[in-house]
């Protein structure tokens, strides 16, 4: 499996970006994909996840109410919408594929994931 994340870009605060993961080698059935952030010398977090139905979604608290993840599994695509962007929310993007057994099911750890894109870099200047 081969994740391709793209989209990153340098932006105002209160701006938005659109993170892309594009997924190729296998379909995203049975996947759950997730995407982290490490900001310079800080560890990898989650930001947020979704189920590999789709109906299932989760969001760090700094996340959640500003960003939105979804999927298309017809075209091996995961989105990352991120609005209002806040100058703590630089960092480089990573999105993960975890391959699971249940539809909902969805990881924070990021020890649980199986691959890794190469990341994409969002800027957020105050």
């Known amino acids: 499996v081969q994740l391709q994340a793209s989209g990153g870009g340098l932006v105002e605060a209160g701006e938005s970006l659109r993170l892309s993961c594009a997924i190729s080698g296998r379909t995203l059935d049975r996947w759950a994909i997730g995407w982290f952030r490490q900001a310079p010398g800080k560890e990898r977090e989650f930001v947020a996840a979704v189920g590999w139905s789709g109906y299932s979604t989760a969001y760090s608290d700094s996340a959640n109410g500003r960003f939105t993840i979804s999927r298309d599994n017809a075209k091996n695509t995961v989105h990352l919408q991120m609005n209002n962007l806040k100058p703590e929310d630089t960092a480089v993007y990573y999105c993960?594929?975890?391959?699971?057994?249940?539809?909902?099911?969805?990881?924070?750890?990021?020890?649980?994931?199986?691959?890794w894109g190469q990341g994409t870099l969002v800027t957020v200047s105050s």
């Open positions: 993960g594929a975890d391959k699971v057994t249940h539809p909902m099911t969805t990881a924070k750890q990021a020890s649980l994931y199986d691959y």
